[in-house]
């Protein structure tokens, strides 16, 4: 099993900036990728980014690109995911997930492991 705990969620205004963290334990040597999705209100989960095992392959949905950076530190076992010039269309229930098979994907079914989330609210 593995444990997955995120946290730096909060309240910013539009145009400020938010890094997640996520905090993965137990049999953490069975990850490979790791990604993040967000839920808003009333709206399906949709993929956000994801990273492989090694941080040199990363994804990121259009319309966080440029602004969102994923990335990740083995030896603390810890996904980040760092938020920039935020807006109001980013305002969701932000989700850590990992994934134990070869491969980085974009769907929700491609991932065994699902924190249970941090909330982002950004103002306008």
């Known amino acids: 099993q593995v444990l997955l705990v995120e946290s730096g969620g909060g309240l910013v205004q539009a145009g400020g900036s938010l890094k997640l963290n996520c905090a993965a334990s137990?049999?953490?040597?069975?990850?490979?990728?790791m990604a993040w999705f967000r839920q808003a209100p009333g709206k399906e989960r949709e993929f956000v980014a994801a990273?492989?095992?090694?941080?040199?392959?990363?994804y990121y949905r259009d319309s966080v690109k440029g602004r969102f950076t994923i990335s990740r530190d083995n030896a603390e076992n810890t996904v980040y995911l760092q938020m920039n010039s935020l807006k109001p269309e980013d305002t969701a229930v932000y989700y850590c997930?990992?994934?134990?098979?070869?491969?980085?994907?974009?769907?929700?079914?491609?991932?065994?492991?699902w924190g249970q989330g941090t909330q982002v609210t950004v103002s306008s």
């Open positions: 990273i492989g095992w090694s941080g040199g392959d990363t």
């Open positions: 137990g049999r953490t040597f069975t990850i490979y990728s």
């Open positions: 997930a990992a994934r134990t098979m070869y491969g980085i994907r974009m769907g929700q079914d491609d991932y065994r492991y």
